[in-house]
Structure formats: C-alpha cells, structure tokens
C-alpha cells in the first residue's frame, strides 16, 4: 500500500514536472518564433518609410548631377564652337555649303561627297559659319589651320582686356623740388602704362605766393614727360580756391596712330625744308 502510494506520488510529480517544461519549452519557442517573424517582417513594413528619404536624396543628387554635367556640357560646347579646328568626318548637316583650300565656293554638297573630297585631296574640314542655312565648312591643309590658330590668338592677345578703370590719386606740393617732381612723374607714367586714370592735385604751399599758372604749369611739365602716351582727361581746374586739379589718362590707339602720323608728317616737313634751303644755298653760290 505504502510502495503503491509512493510510486503515484512520484508519477504525478514527474507528470508535473514534465508538463512545466512543456510550457516552457512552448513559450521559448514562441518568443523565437514571433522574433523570427518580426525580423522578416520588419524591413517589409518599414521600407517604404526607410526608403522613402533615400529614393529622394537619390532623386536629389541625380537632379543636381544633372544639371552640373548640362553645365559642364555647355561649357564643352561653347569652348568647341569657339576653336578652329579640324572636325574630321563629324558633319551633322547633310547639305553644306563648301569652300575649299583656297577660297573658292564649291556651293552645296551632301556629306558624303564632302568626305570623299577630303579623302582625294588629303584635306581638313573646319567650320566657317554655322548660322547659315546650309552651313558654311571650308577645306584646309594642316599647315593653314596651324596659320589660323596661330593668327586668332595674336589677336586674342592684341584685344584690350576689358575691366574696371582704376583711378590713382596724387597730391603734391606747389613748392615741390625737381627731384620729387621726377620721382612722382615716373610713378605717374608707370600707371599711364597700366592704363590708369591718375588724379593729380597740387595744393598751395604754405607761406608760398604762386599763381595758378604756375601751378598749372607743373601739370603741363609732368605731361611733357610722355609725349605720344598720355593726355588729359580734365584739364587742370581750380578745387577750393587754393588747389588745383586735373586727370591724365593713357592715349587711344587711334589717338596713338594720329600722333605718329603727325610726327612722321613734321618730320617730312622739316627734311622738305631743309633740303630747300639746301638748293637756294647752292644757287646763291654759283
């Protein structure tokens, strides 16, 4: 009886026990599961959250990529059409109008054609005008394209760079000794060079008694010094009754080329002259 009652009594403990560890096993298994599930789950549910600022930042920088590469494009572009050169076998038109190695209009021509002349001659197509309808391309040997290139950028050169005018100032001394007047005139003609306006007042010296003509006179004595460079922009005037002021400025180049037209003719002048006196020299001699 006693044997029998234990041996229950120690079945439904293991029973107990057995079904507490069911239990456990199950809610483990559970939470695997459902952490299992969430982790599948979760990027499907957030992606359209997670990817949406991602879509727009690509969306972003794809827009912003584009219009630095339609920049840098046009920049290509422009700089292209621009250069003399040799486009080679690249004609979009199909009907240009050509001129070959010399000048001479050779009128409309299919592409084709064109390539073909090319091919013959051992020529070079540049553009000539492509505003034209058709446009305008010209054949040319290399050594012409060279002569081209070399000849557009001398005059790139010679072309006065545009930009704003600066305007030096100076003021001296109406009592100033001759050497500070050389001084301050070869830094005046230093700035002419640079194409400067130079703003030049000369103020009354103290305890001084000078005229304006005088003071107007250094004005024409610093102007002197840059014959066939430098003029007046304003002629000296008064400024607060005890000063006068002026502005210099570096000649044109057509102001340039009439001086030294002027010089060449006083100087054919003067030899006319001279050989003339000459003649009625010798004439009184005999």
């Known amino acids: 009886m006693n044997s029998s009652y234990y041996f229950l009594r120690m079945a439904a403990l293991f029973l107990k026990r057995l079904t507490l560890q069911t239990v456990k096993s199950e809610n483990s298994c559970i939470r695997c599961f459902g952490k299992h599930i969430v982790q599948k789950t979760a990027p499907t549910q957030l992606s359209p959250i997670a990817s949406a600022p991602r879509l727009s930042f690509l969306i972003h920088a794809k827009a912003f990529s584009n219009a630095e590469d339609t920049q840098n494009e046009g920049k290509k572009k422009k700089k292209n059409k621009t250069a003399f050169s040799n486009i080679g076998r690249k004609i979009s038109q199909r009907i240009i109008h050509l001129f070959d190695e010399k000048g001479n209009d050779l009128g409309n021509m299919h592409r084709a054609n064109v390539i073909r002349l090319m091919d013959e001659r051992h020529l070079r197509l540049v553009e000539r005008n492509t505003s034209t309808e058709p446009a ?29 005018t600066v305007r030096k100032e100076l003021i001296l001394s109406s009592n ?40 107007e006179e250094i004005f024409h004595q610093i102007l002197q010094t840059m014959p066939g460079i430098a003029t007046f922009s304003s002629k000296p005037q008064a400024v607060r009754g005890k000063a006068l002021m002026c502005v210099l ?36 001699h005999q």
């Open 136 to 164: 305008e391309y010209q054949l040319m040997t290399g050594l012409q394209i060279f002569q081209e290139q070399q000849r557009l950028r001398e005059m790139e050169k010679a072309s006065p760079k545009t930009g704003p």
């Open 176 to 215: 100033i000794g001759q050497h500070d007047l050389d001084t301050k005139t070869k830094q005046i003609q230093q700035w002419i060079k640079k194409k400067h306006l130079v703003q030049i007042t000369i103020k009354k010296g103290k305890n001084v008694d000078v005229s304006e003509n005088e003071m």
């Open 249 to 284: 400025r570096a000649l044109s180049k057509n102001e340039e080329k009439a001086y030294r037209e002027t010089q060449e003719t006083q100087e054919r002048d003067t030899l006319n002259k001279d050989h003339g006196n000459d003649k009625e020299s010798n004439v009184l």
